[in-house]
């Protein structure tokens, strides 16, 4: 009942700036926890950053900390990821996702997401 389509990705190089857009349709976010997840290639999806629609919190994985920033439009129904001072190891396939509860000792868990969208490729170049 819930798509969830994200956009913005591209190609940059090392050093730049993307930001990324996760907006909802058929449903609000409401109270819902919003993931950010990438996957490059031969490797396992990893969890990126989250926001807790409900209280605005958010959670960074180390990978990304002090580089990329979350943020959330309610009235849009929309997330975004600001990332900055990419780096080549920053290249995959971006995912947002929905978790209706989790663990938040984990956040950045896949299994806790139960809603995914299709992916926008990001590439940095060397």
């Known amino acids: 009942e819930v798509q969830l389509v994200e956009s913005g990705g591209g190609l940059v190089q090392a050093g730049g700036s993307l930001i990324l857009s996760c907006v909802a349709s058929?449903?609000?976010?409401?109270?819902?926890?919003i993931g950010w997840f990438r996957q490059a290639p031969g490797q396992e999806r990893e969890g990126i950053s989250c926001?807790?629609?409900?209280?605005?919190?958010?959670y960074y994985s180390d990978l990304v900390k002090g580089r990329f920033t979350v943020s959330s439009d309610n009235v849009k129904n929309s997330v975004f990821l600001q990332m900055n001072s990419l780096n080549p190891e920053d290249t995959g396939v971006y995912y947002c996702?929905?978790?209706?509860?989790?663990?938040?000792?984990?956040?950045?868990?896949?299994?806790?997401?139960?809603?995914w969208g299709q992916g926008t490729q990001v590439t940095v170049s060397s």
């Open positions: 996702a929905r978790a209706r509860d989790l663990i938040r000792a984990t956040p950045l868990l896949p299994l806790w997401y139960d809603v």
């Open positions: 926001i807790s629609i409900s209280d605005g919190s958010t």
């Open positions: 058929g449903s609000t976010f409401d109270d819902y926890v």
